[in-house]
């Protein structure tokens, strides 16, 4: 196995560093679904030289990374600018190694479950399914389209991905400052990975219990408290760090602000821009309170009770989520939730919509370029047939995950109840309520 | 980049068409944890979280974010100003030789006054040493004397033994507050003189009949010929020279507007401000043809004469170079148009046919302003070997038109004849003090009536349309004319008459801000259908769920509730 | 009335005993001049220039009273406090390679600049405020000037009439063009209303709105600016000059024929001087005679005076208005005698082309060319506004002299925000550009400057304008170095002179 996964590697090294040295790269990266106003290098950039020139680079639209990610990239555009495609290629590696340990660690736990009802051994997992699945997990990373073109294209996502993958890989093995630290960096970039902290407080939580010498069976509150303090403090430090770099507080503005009332409306996957661009202006804070809730609470809570168990899945459902209703969505995040669902591959056989997902993410990838150069080239088509094709990969998106979702809630009541369901005598069928 | 649709409405098609697949969306996404499962408990909390998210932090948050900002107005103060009682009191004190004349005076006087709608005068006799009186040379130590009254609305009645001396008349008015009257004045002379000259009874009630009910009276004269109501005026002095190569004029304007209107200005400074502007236009001609008479005078046997009813017509081309891109002031113009020695000299002639009187060819237009035309000598056009030909205008003729047109644009009324009454005349000063006080009482009702008027009007339209936004500078305009109003009609009712002026001009200038503040049509015309149609397709399919949720989640919680009692009562 | 009349008798009798007053308060003088220029090309190249110098301070009460100085206009600079101002209405392109230097240069669209006096609060309100006055008074939708789109350049613009002191500070500066605005009949009205002889008499009853619109550059002016009444600069005077450039193409105007006169470019005759203007003058520059093709003027020239300037001589004839005896409609006429000759075409010092590079409505780039005649290098400052829905990257700024890249001096990026509205613009020294002058070689190669831009979507509130992109023009300005003995073509016997001109794309 480990000699397949290093033949991966190697091989997705070659087609990244093909690509990036190819006529395809300034192509690739300038694609709206590829780089949106927070993940684009050309923005970087604009951004470090704007900085070296003594302008502000945060007064005025076209920076919006953290002073931290300021000076980093700064001092990699001016000292190192021939290595900084490497770097990319490399961090992409490292990001898949970190998810193919995760997924490792995971499948070991998946074995030690309850006690289940009794002809359910068919449905139980084996020794032999845990070998794959993390291999499936790697590949699926190394070489799905949508994250090779996010490399190639040099957009900050790969440096997101890398905080995420590192958050879950720590959360999974219950490095409590760790993965606060990570986590509170993923949150710098980009807001929106505040929610993982609740699975990844589960996760510490229940670390804790199984290395508690009591073994008790509730998870202790204090735990969730320690979790969230040291989230917190991470954050706040990293934000000082970053006031001190930056000279201010300014820099807030051009970042937060720039997530949270997102003024620049330029097309992307995402659902945010075309709303705005149609609404009235007086609209304008009840469409961003709505949409903003919409992407990071509204589905936290109902989540988090129904999916306690299992915190895995609930950071990736949330990841996924966060994925299709952010409000600059690219298509590295896609591809990074997408890589994370082979960990879940015993319950591919429950999942009733896979064609249909699958013929959707096909077309409107394909659907998508298409009409954006009908739209923006040939003036022949306008904003509403992009919209539509963006539209329609954000319902595949929800109907992938809310598949996988019934996939494991089916998988789990057959395994309470029994694989025959039969009650009085009778065949039932399962029904939603 | 985004194309615009046609109209508002195919738009909202198309965005409700969408909307209504993004809420599908929505509804699909909350539907999976509506899921029949063993944890029953956890089941529900979700649903009462999705319920708590959406109607205890969503409603409030959609209602916040969209209400109409409204500062809350006086809308009954505003109602009652209707019955506000602007009465002005007035104290005028009467000074003779015998008492018992006095006292009756002051009583036929009172008597007569009683039945006053707009004044409450009260008449009290007046005892003065009788070392002034004794020392009278002339009407002019009168006139300084130090029982002058000095407060603005007071008024003294002075009998002057010997009135004979001075003036033929039998009551003459003073330029200050004081009325002379010679002992064989009856109370009824003095009244008539004291109602049509000092006190203007008229002219005030028909100034507030025209503000209240304008279809049903008219303005009196006056009325129709006085500016409105303003803080600051503007003077614009033009002289027209329509032929420049023919007739140069020399004249130092500005020295002349500083030497000869200033002081008038200066002493109507308690009514408004004024800025003195002027300018000089070449090559603007009549527009009228006036019509060649001959005659046996003027320069070469023959005049021209304008007909007076087409003295309006000579406006028109003057207007176009007489506004002001910068100032929004009420606008005096006072033209002067020389026509040069081939086109004089011109006359304007009355409908009767005959010439103006007084040798002063001029006019004035109600509201707008007066227009002089000014002849250039004789003399000078005799004179054929210049050319051009150089004139100096006569500065006093033509200042002292303008003046008295200004007096008339002001407000300062013409008086009528009274038999046996004069004034006297005007030489130092411009305006006599008691001019000034009638015309403060004429502008102070006509504010007052139109402040209440637009904060009538105002409140009325805020209070029936809802969408108007009402932000904290219209509504401290608003509390701010209310309280003028209430004040300045104290103040004049106790006679305070210069506070109660400046009170009432500052609710005038309140209420016009209040009324005419662009900010409360931000939202006017925003139809409600739009908001609706926005708002339906977007959150009603995500609230079913939530609805029939909430079924599930009272039978839930009242089984819980039952259990809990039945094990209670077992 | 009889009242009236007593009052008016009271005054009357009062004010007789008050001195008469005779004299003429602070003097003013009106001059009207026509330069008609016969260019290279085969174009005329017309320009008009009404001056009214006022002998007094330049204060706020100074313009309540006005005589030959347009009181709309005194008003409006009077109550915003403005020092110098510069107005200017333009309808197409100055082609500076073909035509040369015009006297005025004004960028395409709607330009106004002001400097206001240091006694001036909240400058920006002001500004707007004049704005939106003038827009009244001249009929152009200058009211869509503010903040968003104005600047305060600090390298670019010095004040043309006194200051108080040599450092100005650009502050009280304020620049915005808007390059979409279309010139025609409705301003050139409310223009010639301003000048003291309306359109009735003199030089200004030559501007028939039909034949100065129907030309390839047309352009009405204003300037104000302080002026010194004398040598010694003890007291200030108002200086007003309005001017109005025109450039005719005679090949289509002619129909063939080359001969024109006065009567053709403008559709009338003279038919007399303005009585209130101290000169009127037509100035037709006749040095094109000897080289060029050669045209007789009819009536010949009462005078012919020569120009030296910098070595360069230029010959015009004089016709002075006033002191002909004008029967009828006075016209000149130049005639020739030869077949039409395009003369050598002698490109000034310095001239720019801009030009948008790129397809499609998602990105884009600008390229500037500077072309440098001159047989030294110049330094060059560089004025550009870029509006808010083109974000540029100024990672991307490469400028190539010669095949190498320089770098500007100082890069000063003033960024205007609100909420989601910036422009950029920026002044920037640009050193060393170093050119041979050949004059043998015709293809010389400019310095090109290269910058990249995006394109932004525009909300559903915002105006309708993203149909097309309106970049604003360019000022390209440079110190001039002293003339030497050579040919070239500038002016001054001073240090430098200051030149500066407006190119748009």
């Known amino acids: ?433 | 980049m985004v194309k615009q649709p046609e109209s508002t409405y195919s738009r909202l098609g198309g965005m409700q068409f969408i909307e209504g697949w993004f809420s599908f969306l929505w509804w699909i996404s909350g539907q999976w944890f509506l899921l029949s499962a063993q944890i029953d408990a956890n089941r529900i909390f979700a649903a009462v979280a999705y319920v708590v998210v959406l109607i205890v932090i969503g409603l409030p948050l959609w209602w916040k974010t969209t209400e109409v900002y409204r500062v809350s107005l006086p809308y009954s103060r505003i109602a009652a100003l209707d019955n506000l009682d602007v009465t002005q009191g007035m104290n005028i004190s009467i000074s003779t030789l015998d008492t018992a004349r006095g006292d009756k005076l002051v009583a036929d006087l009172n008597d007569i006054f009683k039945t006053s709608k707009w004044f409450q005068l009260t008449f009290f006799a007046l005892s003065l040493e009788k070392k002034y009186l004794a020392s009278v040379h002339s009407l002019e130590d009168l006139e300084n004397a130090p029982f002058q009254p000095r407060k603005v609305g007071e008024l003294l009645l002075l009998e002057v033994p010997g009135l004979a001396r001075f003036t033929a008349n039998h009551v003459l008015v003073g330029l200050k507050r004081t009325v002379y009257f010679s002992s064989e004045t009856t109370a009824v002379k003095l009244s008539e003189v004291l109602e049509s000259w000092l006190l203007q009874e008229k002219s005030l009630r028909q100034t507030v009949a025209a503000m209240t009910a304008p279809t049903e009276t008219d303005q009196d004269q006056s009325g129709r010929r006085r500016m409105p109501a303003a803080e600051e005026y503007d003077i614009m002095i033009t002289v027209v020279n329509p032929e420049p190569e023919k007739l140069q004029l020399n004249w130092d304007l500005p020295k002349a507007v500083q030497v000869y209107l200033e002081p008038l200005l200066h002493e109507l400074s308690p009514v408004a401000r004024y800025t003195v502007k002027s300018q000089w236009l070449y090559f603007v001609t009549l527009n009228v043809q006036p019509k060649l008479v001959a005659d046996s005078s003027g320069y070469g046997r023959k005049h021209y004469a304008l007909a007076e009813d087409i003295l309006p017509q000579i406006i028109t081309p003057l207007e176009k170079k007489l506004a002001s891109h910068v100032s929004r002031n009420p606008c005096l113009n006072f033209v002067v148009y020389v026509p040069p020695c081939e086109a004089a000299p011109l006359h304007i002639y009355r409908r009767q046919g005959v010439r103006v009187k007084g040798g002063v060819d001029a006019f004035l237009s109600p509201r707008w302003g007066g227009i002089v035309i000014h002849n250039p000598s004789s003399l000078i056009c005799h004179n054929t070997s210049v050319q051009p030909k150089e004139y100096s205008p006569d500065t006093v003729a033509v200042m002292g038109v303008f003046l008295a047109q200004f007096r008339l644009l002001m407000g300062i009324p013409e008086l009528e004849e009274i038999s046996r009454a004069d004034r006297l005349p005007l030489s130092v000063v411009s305006l006599g003090d008691w001019e000034l006080d009638s015309l403060l009482r004429v502008r102070t009702m006509e504010q007052l009536t139109s402040a209440r008027l637009t904060l009538q009007s105002l409140s009325q339209l805020l209070s029936e349309i809802s969408n108007i936004v009402i932000n904290d500078a219209v509504g401290d305009s608003v509390y701010r004319a209310v309280d003028c109003v209430e004040r300045a009609a104290k103040l004049l009712k106790i006679g305070q008459l210069d506070r109660a002026f400046n009170d009432s001009k500052e609710a005038f200038l309140s209420a016009e801000a209040a009324f005419t503040d662009p900010s409360l049509l931000a939202l006017l015309y925003f139809p409600d259908d739009q908001k609706y149609a926005v708002y339906i397709p977007l959150f009603l399919p995500v609230m079913i769920p939530v609805i029939l949720s909430l079924k599930n989640i009272y039978a839930w919680f009242s089984g819980r509730i039952n259990s809990k009692s039945k094990l209670k009562e077992d | 009335m009889k009242a009236v009349l007593n009052t008016f008798a009271c005054i009357v009798l009062f004010l007789h005993s008050s001195f008469c007053v005779t004299s003429v308060p602070s003097k003013d003088y009106f001059d009207e001049e026509l330069l008609l220029k016969p260019l290279p090309s085969g174009h005329i190249y017309a320009y008009f220039q009404f001056t009214t110098v006022w002998d007094v301070e330049f204060e706020v009460t100074s313009f309540h009273h006005c005589h030959l100085f347009p009181r709309a206009l005194g008003e409006i600079v009077g109550h915003y406090n403005v020092q110098e101002l510069h107005i200017s209405l333009t309808g197409g392109l100055w082609r500076h390679e073909t035509w040369g230097y015009p006297v005025h240069d004004a960028a395409p669209g709607a330009e106004l600049w002001a400097w206001f006096k240091e006694s001036t609060t909240s400058i920006d309100k002001t500004w707007k405020e004049l704005a939106g006055a003038l827009s009244g008074l001249l009929c152009a939708s200058l009211n869509f000037i503010d903040s968003s789109n104005s600047l305060s350049p600090e390298f670019t613009f010095r004040p043309t009439g006194i200051v108080s002191s040599p450092a100005a500070n650009s502050s009280y500066l304020r620049y915005a063009t808007l390059p979409r605005e279309i010139v025609c009949t409705e301003n050139l009205t409310p223009w010639k209303k301003l000048l003291p002889c309306d359109a009735k008499k003199g030089l200004s009853t030559l501007l028939n709105a039909g034949h100065i619109h129907n030309t390839n550059y047309h352009s009405l002016g204003l300037h104000l600016r302080p002026v010194c009444r004398d040598v010694g600069c003890s007291q200030m005077s108002v200086e007003l000059r309005q001017t109005v450039s025109l450039v005719y193409d005679m090949v289509i105007l002619g129909n063939g024929n080359q001969d024109w006169s006065i009567k053709k470019l403008f559709g009338i005759g003279l038919s007399g001087a303005c009585p209130l203007a101290t000169m009127s003058n037509i100035y037709i520059d006749t040095t094109l005679n000897e080289t060029g093709a050669h045209f007789q003027l009819s009536p010949t020239p009462p005078a012919i005076i020569t120009s030296t300037r910098g070595g360069y001589e230029s010959k015009f004839a004089v016709y002075d208005v006033k002191a002909l005896d004008i029967d009828g409609m006075f016209n000149i006429a130049a005639f020739y005698s030869s077949s039409r000759v395009y003369g050598v075409n002698l490109p000034p010092v310095l001239y720019t082309n801009r030009y948008i590079i790129g397809y499609g409505q998602e990105r884009g780039g600008i390229v500037t060319k500077l072309h440098n005649g001159h047989w030294k290098a110049l330094d060059v400052v560089y004025l550009e506004n870029i509006p808010w829905f083109m974000p540029l990257y100024l990672h991307t700024l490469k400028i190539l002299a010669n095949g190498q890249e320089i770098k500007p001096l100082i890069l000063m990026d003033m960024t205007l925000t609100g909420q989601t509205i910036n422009s950029y613009a920026y002044d920037g020294m640009l050193k060393e550009l170093r050119k041979h002058f050949k004059p043998v070689r015709p293809h010389k190669n400019p310095a090109e400057m290269l910058l990249q831009h995006d394109k932004a979507t525009h909300k559903f509130e915002d105006s309708g304008s993203h149909h097309k992109i309106w970049v604003d023009g360019v000022n390209p300005s440079t110190l001039q170095p002293q003339s030497s003995t050579f040919r070239s073509p500038l002016v001054s016997s001073r240090q430098g002179c200051y030149m500066q001109h407006k190119v748009s794309d």
Request: net charge neutral.
């Open chain 1, 1 to 433: 196995m480990e000699n397949l996964i290093y033949l991966e590697y190697a091989v997705a090294g070659i087609i990244r560093y093909w690509l990036l040295n190819s006529d395809y790269k300034q192509t690739i990266g300038d694609r709206v679904e590829i780089s949106t106003p927070l993940n684009s290098w050309r923005k970087v950039t604009e951004g470090a030289y704007l900085y070296n020139e003594g302008i502000n680079p945060y007064v005025g639209d076209n920076f919006h990374e953290t002073p931290l990610g300021l000076t980093v990239f700064d001092k990699m555009i001016s000292h190192i600018p021939q290595w900084i495609g490497i770097i990319f290629i490399v961090c992409d590696l490292v990001t898949a190694h970190v998810l193919y340990h995760t997924a490792q660690i995971f499948m070991s736990e998946l074995v030690e479950k309850d006690k289940y009802a009794k002809d359910t051994e068919a449905l139980l997992l084996k020794q032999s399914d845990l070998v794959l699945p993390p291999v499936y997990v790697a590949s699926a990373y190394l070489f799905n389209p949508y994250i090779i073109f996010s490399c190639v294209g040099q957009t900050t996502t790969v440096f997101a991905n890398l905080c995420l993958a590192f958050t879950f890989l720590l959360m999974i093995k219950g490095h409590r400052l760790a993965c606060c630290s990570v986590l509170a960096l993923a949150t710098l970039q980009s807001l929106y990975p505040a929610t993982l902290l609740v699975p990844a407080s589960i996760y510490l939580a229940q670390a804790e219990r199984t290395s508690s010498l009591e073994g008790r069976q509730s998870l202790r509150a204090s735990s969730f408290i320690l979790t969230a303090v040291t989230f917190i403090a991470a954050l706040l430090l990293l934000l000082y760090i970053s006031s001190e770099l930056a000279g201010g507080w300014e820099f807030l503005h051009a970042t937060y602000g720039f997530i949270l009332n997102v003024p620049d409306l330029r097309p992307n996957v995402g659902l945010f821009w075309y709303f705005f661009t149609e609404m009235f202006e007086n609209f304008r804070l009840l469409f961003i309170y709505a949409f903003q809730i919409n992407a990071a609470l509204l589905y936290l809570v109902p989540l988090t009770l129904r999916l306690h168990g299992e915190p895995m899945l609930l950071a990736a459902s949330l990841t996924a989520l966060m994925a299709v209703f952010k409000s600059y969505p690219s298509l590295g995040d896609v591809g990074f939730y997408l890589a994370l669902l082979p960990m879940w591959k015993h319950l591919f056989n429950y999942m009733q919509q896979g064609f249909v997902v699958g013929c959707f993410f096909l077309i409107t990838s394909v659907m998508g370029p298409i009409v954006w150069h009908l739209w923006i080239y040939s003036r022949s088509a306008n904003a509403n047939f992009y919209f539509g094709v963006t539209l329609a990969f954000a319902t595949a998106q929800i109907f992938l995950v809310t598949d996988i979702l019934f996939a494991y809630i089916k998988r789990e009541f057959s395994l309470y109840h029994g694989l025959h369901r039969e009650v009085n005598g009778k065949t039932t069928k399962l029904v939603l309520e």
